[in-house]
């Protein structure tokens, strides 16, 4: 089972900033088959970016993905108020398909 | 336009049994795997699991082998989860969500209290 790492647990932010979030896994991810996901309290995740730097239909191009093999980063180019949220990375180019146990973005 | 629509919330006892369903409309069902979520009360999101409709091939997280059982019927386009005997830990929002690139439409969330 490859195990995601995020880092940090919370980063403290402004509205304007850059924010860069970290996923290690413990082995190679298949094919950089990694994906992020947005959630918003009382929401279902969304997803934000697959295939390390794909962005899913809809998303802004604040969000970029970044990364191969162990190391991948989300950055948010400059926060919006509506980007402070928790996120999470997956992996799914193996079973099982894991996630990472989260990072939440808080305004600062 | 791809939805996933979830059962409702339910309430049961430790002991009882519970089958849960997400249906979806949109696409072609057989095509795409779709699995389960786990979320418990303020933790992250944990993968259960998934099953492929076309040829109804299931693969189980480690945490949930042998703990709920993953289905589909294809000719309703509706992807279940069941508990053959619930326990206070199932206490959770369970979603759905279907996997093309990533899991890129969600259901909205079925709430499961086990409590007596």
């Known amino acids: 089972e490859i195990v995601l790492t995020q880092s940090p647990g919370t980063l403290s932010l402004s509205p304007g900033e850059r924010a860069t979030l970290s996923c290690r896994a413990s082995q190679s991810v298949t094919n950089s088959y990694l994906a992020w996901y947005q959630q918003k309290p009382g929401q279902a995740p969304r997803l934000l970016t697959y295939?390390?730097?794909s962005r899913a239909t809809g998303v802004p191009d604040r969000f970029s993905g970044s990364g191969s093999g162990t190391d991948f980063t989300l950055t948010i180019s400059r926060l919006e108020p509506e980007d402070f949220a928790v996120y999470y990375c997956?992996?799914?180019?193996?079973?099982?398909?894991?996630f990472g146990q989260g990072t939440k973005v808080e305004i600062k | 336009e791809v939805q996933l629509v979830q059962s409702g919330a339910e309430v049961k006892k430790p002991g009882e049994s519970l089958k849960i369903s997400c249906k979806a409309s949109g696409y072609r069902f057989t095509n795409y795997w779709i699995g389960w979520v786990r979320q418990m009360p303020g933790k992250g999101l944990e993968w259960m699991g998934i099953?492929?409709?076309?040829?109804?091939?299931?693969r189980y997280g480690p945490s949930f082998q042998g703990q709920v059982t993953i289905s589909a019927d294809k000719s309703i386009s509706t992807a279940y989860l069941q508990w053959g005997s619930l326990r206070a830990s199932d206490t959770a929002m369970y979603y759905c969500?279907?996997?093309?690139?990533?899991?890129?439409?969600w259901g909205q969330g079925t709430r499961v209290t086990v409590s007596s």
């Open positions: 997956q992996q799914y180019g193996s079973s099982p398909r894991t």
């Open positions: 099953i492929y409709p076309g040829d109804s091939d299931i």
């Open positions: 969500a279907r996997h093309g690139e990533g899991a890129d439409y």
């Open positions: 295939g390390a730097s």
